[in-house]
């Protein structure tokens, strides 16, 4: 007995050491796995809200506990009533295009992928084209779409380069030099410290409050969030791309390419101006329901990409929608 | 006593193997690595695209004349591979001529555009430390 016990025990030894060198190797890997949680903030801190004037809306609880995978805000067609404009905006109104006319087969840009298939919608007092408007700012021109009857959502690059905005000016279903429901300013803009401190475009994404409530005649966009792949669902974008007569509407429809967790990608063709369009499709409780913010250009994926709106995304829109003005 | 050392041998190369799983497994599920910015859904490890500095490309567009041409459309196209994502704004030059972008670092082309003047291609490359400056004249067609 007394040799066989003596027997095992350098057996027992290498077992005992084996196991020192497990136990090693699993702290070295729960370690690792710290030290990278440490050096990236939290997602949840790169959807903190900032504002221009600093005035932020308190955050909305999120569903992690209700464990939910999808939520939607409704859309709402509008009264379509033209409003009287004050005098203020009759100029605006009356405004004659100073950017370039510029035929659509002068230049092939990188976003327009294969033959180009925008179509012209001349249309735009018709909804949801009237609820899609063009932005001009010190930034440049951009688009945006109406989601509560003073909120505009759009880029967060066309709203903070650097700086915030300033002369920040909303044509929603401009056509050419035709603003059927004149123009609004600004009272705030609205972003999220992942853009505006951080410039990681998987947060590029803010809105525009509105010194009018132009979205009770245009009506709005409805927006909603799922978890899930969203590969195959249709994306319809529209928008004011500068390629083509200035401040006109163009429209591209194909299908989501590529889910990502904050992006997704697509084939409608897009130029410069058309940041902060909407990407959109239609659900039986939505219709029409934006999925996305429309931003970049094609990148290494070879698609056309936008900010998707994701949970934290539809909080934000939710809570800027609801915040006074 | 051989065979005792080939089974020590062997117990112990098991419990290397059974380690070695065991930290694979520990990578695996470590949350960043399926959770930081923008990783396919598929939960397949993607490239973080973090937060790229960025400077400006700067500068004056004019006509033969040398008189300043607002309203010009400057656009850049990423000339790297694979390409760098640009902002779909639309940039014109403002009444003195001038325009401004602000890009990641790389390889560009800006293209100049307004009705009446051939429209002209610059390659431009972005650094991370200073501004760059493109001044262009625009011909008549």
Redesign the interface.
Known sequence: MYRRYADRQPRLKSNFLGLLVLVALLATSVGTSAAQQDSQPAASDLHTIVASDGVTPEALPTSESRRQRWGVSTPFAGTDILPLLPAADLDAANEVAVAPVLPGDQVSPESVIGPDGRYRITATTSYPYRAIAFITSNIGSCSGWLIGPDTVATAGHCIHNGNWASNVRVYPGRSSSSTPYGSCGATRLYSVTGWTRDRNRDYDYGAIKLNCDVGDTTGWFGFRWQSSSMNGQSTYLAGYPGDKSYATMWRHDDQVRETRSRRLYYANDTYGGQSGSPVWNGRSNCSPCGIAIHAYGRDSTGYNGGTRITEAVFNNLLNWKNAPK | MEG?SQ??RK??ML??L???V??GC??AV???AS????????GLP?QP????P?NRVQGQVSDKGGASL????V?P??TDA???????????TDEDGRYQW?LPPGNYEL?F???GYA?ATVAVTVMADRPVTVDIILQHR
């Open positions: 005792q089974g020590d117990g112990r419990l290397f059974v380690a070695l065991m930290f520990g990578t470590n949350p960043l959770g930081g910015p923008d990783t396919p859904s598929s993607g695209d973090g937060a790229p960025r607002p309203g010009v459309l656009t196209r990423s694979p390409p760098q994502a640009v902002p779909e704004i639309a940039i014109t602000v293209t555009t307004q009705n429209p």
